[in-house]
């Protein structure tokens, strides 16, 4: 989002897009400046996407979200392919469903903990 700001930036400088893509040749595609500049040549100022049709999602759903999350309470060591295989969605809609509506993130587990140094040695 910020690299098509400083494009709409240099565009309004006067830049070319040649000059746009060399100053930001690590963050942005030289075929992205050139879509951008079209873009803004076209009158169009809006740097954000534009919304796009297509089906929406179908399993993660309200009711998807609070069984999984109810599964999880029960069971907290339940693996994805196992709610997966439950709920009948897909492994990535599940990991969706955990990480990004609930919040959830794996916690790491150390099987030996870091040994304290004693202060006599």
């Known amino acids: 989002m910020r690299e098509r700001e400083y494009v709409r930036f240099c565009f309004k400088l006067g830049n070319t897009a040649t000059e746009t893509h060399e100053i930001l040749v690590s963050a942005v595609s030289k075929k992205c400046v050139f879509e ?33 999350r109810r599964m999880l309470a029960d069971d907290r060591r339940l693996s994805l392919r196992r709610i997966a295989e439950e709920l009948k969605i897909s492994l990535d809609s599940v990991s969706n469903i955990i990480h990004e509506h609930l919040q959830k993130r794996k916690k790491k587990f150390y099987a030996f903990p870091t040994l304290r140094k004693s202060s006599n040695v």
């Not at 076209?42 to 999984?68: L, Q, Y």
């Open 36 to 68: 951008w500049f079209k873009r803004f040549r076209d009158g169009k100022e809006d740097v954000e996407d534009e919304p796009r049709s297509g089906r929406p999602p179908t399993s993660t759903t309200p009711d998807n979200i609070e069984r999984v």
